[in-house]
């Protein structure tokens, strides 16, 4: 099974730390979690800087690579939604390194959730428009 967990660095590195932000995120570091093996990096640049709608150009790309799973602290209702169309399991609550996250899948402690992650962050990067 092929996971995109989202970084906060470029490294193709197992020790990168969990970026928090699932449609902010740097990068996704795409990984073979039955071998543990960092696979390649996915940068999410174009989304990054996005005003709106950054959740779903960082699904749509995790969609396109092919990724069985992903692997982020918060992701939002639209990012869920097109993950879970696609049939992609989305873990959302992680932290830590990219190592961590793969022990904690391996011994069943993170389980894939079924609704978008609950604490909301509102209109991207704490803005909110006045």
Do not use: C, W
């Amino acid at each position: 099974m092929k996971a995109a967990v989202s970084i906060t660095d470029p490294e193709k590195s197992l020790d990168s730390q969990i970026d928090p932000r699932f449609g902010r995120a740097a990068n996704f570091l795409l990984v073979d979690l039955e071998k543990g093996e960092a696979l390649k990096v996915i940068s999410n640049s174009q989304a990054m800087n996005l005003g709106h709608g950054a959740g779903i150009q960082a699904a749509t790309l995790i969609v396109e690579e092919g990724a069985d799973a992903v692997v982020s602290g918060y992701v939002g209702p639209k990012a869920f939604s097109v993950l879970n169309a696609a049939g992609i399991k989305v873990y959302s609550g992680a932290e830590g390194t990219v190592k961590e996250v793969i022990n904690l899948l391996k011994e069943g402690k993170l389980t894939p959730g079924e609704a978008p992650s609950s604490n909301g962050h509102g209109m991207g990067m704490g803005r909110r428009d006045l």
